[in-house]
């Protein structure tokens, strides 16, 4: 059974040999150049899949989130800062046959049939996750409770993600509004606006400090801000040369890595405020990244359906995963261990890749994601680990890690919620949505306040 809390080595192993297929990429170190990702073993890449815009109800915003232009699609139909961008899945998209040629660092894989699901190494502690079906009948089930407690209102448009800080003392939203708002995690009172883009902003990140958040707009811009004064670092970080999907903090705070719609997976060197490396890491948007827990590596996902993993220290592309559905890959997270990959895909679907071994162990559903862009995170509850995700449905969905049961449907938004993050500490939940709303939930059980 995954057990998502332990520490564990993140080595992969390396391949010495490369391909004669080699690509020089932009950087400011000296020797920076790698191969293109293919010579690592990614599936082969084919001629970029025909996407379709879809046709907007009159019921539908223009506040919708990430909407997916295609290449060389004129950018005259919706302003950029309406962050009107969905990541669609192209019906004619092909598939790769099983039969396909890909190097040994290529993985794609059906669901692990049960028995090999929880035929994980088993943890020495009883109360980590069970790794046999006997020991988990063991375990009861988790008894989640969780009530909305706050309505944070201020933003003008759809909120497109939301994220407590390290400390867990405060909330940080952003919008297609172009503001960056930060409350109060405990009262759900404002505490400041942060205003500077020219577009809407997709993406946040906090330092590991919580004294620095990072902001990432469809004004191509990345931007830090010094929360204690509210005021922008006066050097942003410039590169990218489309809309900026995500972004995330080294567990260090020494570096950032960012995802963009040019196909690109950028590292940042965060004192400096000057571009490390550029990596040609897709062939489609970049839709999610993030590091592991002690930085040695990134993930990175996109909507051609690959999930990649890349050493920090030489930009390496050391390992990339695929499903058989080949579903464009929204947003991934890496578990709180480091031993797994969680990864949002457009067939409703949240995976749970065991990225060293290449397999995909776990798969959450029940919530409904074929249109946009949504992130989610992992949480503790009582000692036991769960999996939350918003859903296009207006609910979030909240799933027991080890089962895959879903524990609770939480109700209360009144349009599509694309972003849920966990309290550091506390049992608590917030949430945004294309409704303009933060809403704060509580475990009712533990703190019903």
């Known amino acids: 059974m995954p057990d998502i809390q332990s520490p564990v080595s993140t080595t992969i192993e390396r391949s010495s040999a490369r391909s004669p297929k080699r690509r020089r990429v932009d950087s400011d170190f000296e020797g920076s150049e790698y191969g293109s990702p293919d010579e690592l073993g990614a599936a082969s890449y084919y001629g970029s899949p025909a996407r379709r815009r879809a046709s ?30 969905t990541f669609y899945r192209d019906g004619s ?19 692990a049939e049960p028995e090999q699901e929880l035929g994980l190494e088993p943890e020495p502690d009883p109360d980590e996750a069970m790794s046999s ?21 201020g933003h003008t448009k759809g909120v497109s993600a939301v994220k407590f800080s390290p400390d867990g003392r405060w909330i940080a939203s952003c919008s297609a509004d172009a503001t960056i708002k930060i409350w109060d995690a405990a009262t759900g009172k404002h505490s400041q606006t942060l205003e500077g883009h020219l577009a809407g902003v997709s993406t946040i990140a906090w330092s590991p400090d919580s004294k620095t958040l990072a902001s990432g707009s469809d004004d191509k811009s990345i931007r830090l801000w010094d929360i204690p004064t509210g005021k922008p670092h006066p050097v942003a970080f410039l590169g990218h040369h489309n809309f900026v999907y995500s972004i995330a903090f080294s567990p260090k705070g020494n570096m950032l890595a ?3 719609y040019d196909e690109a997976l950028f590292l940042w060197d965060v004192r400096a405020a000057r571009l490390m490396r550029s990596l040609p890491a897709h062939s489609d ?15 990175s996902c996109a909507g051609d359906g690959l999930i990649r993993i890349w050493d920090t220290a030489t930009g390496q592309c050391l390992r990339t995963l695929v499903h058989e559905d080949n579903a464009p890959v929204v947003s991934v997270r890496f578990s709180p261990n480091g031993k797994y990959v969680l ?4 067939d409703s679907c949240v995976r749970l890749w065991n990225y060293v071994e290449g397999r995909c162990v ?11 862009s949504m992130v989610g995170a992992f949480g503790r509850h009582n000692g036991e680990a769960f999996v939350v995700s918003g859903s296009e449905d207006n609910e979030i969905f909240v799933w027991d890690v080890r089962s895959k049961d879903v524990l609770q449907r939480l109700e209360g938004h009144e349009g599509v919620v694309l972003g849920v993050d966990t309290h550091p500490i506390e049992d608590v939940l917030v949430s945004c949505g294309l409704d303009c709303t933060v809403r704060v ?4 059980g533990d703190h019903d306040v």
């Open 56 to 85: 907007h109800s009159t019921r539908q915003s223009s506040t919708d989130i990430r909407r997916h232009r295609g290449r060389g699609q004129e950018d005259t139909e919706e302003s950029p800062d309406e962050l009107d961008h």
């Open 93 to 111: 998209r092909r598939r790769m046959g099983s039969s396909a040629s890909s190097g040994p660092s290529t993985v794609r894989m059906e669901d």
């Open 133 to 153: 079906p006997d020991r988990m009948q063991l375990v009861p089930h988790l008894n989640i409770q969780y009530k909305q407690k706050l309505i944070l209102r």
């Open 258 to 260: 960012s995802g963009s």
């Open 285 to 299: 948007p970049v839709g999610g990244v993030d590091f592991v827990r002690d930085g040695t590596l990134v993930v």
């Open 343 to 346: 990864a949002w895909t457009l």
């Open 362 to 372: 776990k798969t959450y559903q029940g919530h409904r994601n074929e249109k946009f």
């Open 441 to 444: 939930w509580r475990d009712a």
